[in-house]
């Protein structure tokens, strides 16, 4: 069980984040929930400064809810197994 770490994306992580899409996008799936629209976003980058924008609450989509995005890595192989979005906040949503 102490083989998984939570990492906030980075830069770094474009390419094994971008693998981890399209392994769920070639297997048919529309929707990444709990990616905060990775599968969405033009390119990665923009990705980042989104994700930068939903951990502010001066700069949150409306109706959403302060969060952070963490990548679910498994240590062994240094492989993205997950995504998670934490939301410190909930609303009527």
Do not use: C
């Not at 392994?23 to 990705?47: C, F, P, R, V």
């Amino acid at each position: 069980m102490n083989n998984l770490i939570l990492l906030k994306p980075t830069k770094e992580h474009e390419t094994a984040a971008l693998e981890y899409l399209e392994e769920h996008l070639s297997i048919g799936e529309q929707d990444l929930h709990g990616a905060s629209l990775l599968e969405k976003m033009n390119t990665y980058s923009d990705w980042l400064e989104h994700l930068e924008q939903q951990s502010h609450k001066d700069t949150l989509n409306l109706d959403w809810v302060v969060s952070g995005t963490r990548f679910a890595i498994d240590k062994r192989t240094n492989r993205i197994i997950g995504i998670i979005d934490i939301r410190y906040e909930l609303n009527a949503f």
